[in-house]
């Protein structure tokens, strides 16, 4: 199991964006499939996106159409853009190496994440 390290989180209004990264420091990504996923206090953690070696992406219906997911191989690198966030996107954002392209939440242990907080 990899430990990658989630970053890019903060405070931001409605109709804002953030940029996420997800980065491991042995270097390990561009050898999975890459999910973002996230945990909303009182809820369960939820898929979010995810994105396979060959860049194949999966969305969760909620974060259509404002979220996208890519990957930068040659710095080993995983980015989340998320675009006219909700209050609802509030959460903490973790990442997570797959052994293939999926939303289901991986039984695993988790970092810290990144919290990121949508209000006015």
């Known amino acids: 199991q990899l430990q990658p390290v989630e970053s890019g989180g903060g405070l931001v209004q409605p109709g804002g964006s953030l940029t996420l990264s997800c980065a491991d420091s042995?270097?390990?990504?561009?050898?999975?499939?890459i999910g973002w996923y996230r945990q909303a206090p009182g809820k369960e953690r939820e898929g979010v996106s995810a994105?396979?070696?060959?860049?194949?992406?999966k969305y969760a219906d909620s974060v259509k159409g404002r979220f996208t997911i890519s990957r930068d191989n040659a710095k080993n690198m995983v980015y989340l853009q998320m675009n006219n966030m909700k209050p609802e996107d509030t959460a903490i954002y973790y990442c997570?190496?797959?052994?293939?392209?999926?939303?289901?939440?991986?039984?695993?242990?988790w970092g810290q994440g990144t919290q990121v907080t949508v209000s006015s």
């Open positions: 042995g270097s390990q990504l561009d050898y999975y499939s």
């Open positions: 997570a190496e797959l052994p293939f392209l999926t939303l289901t939440v991986p039984l695993r242990s």
């Open positions: 994105i396979s070696i060959g860049g194949s992406t």
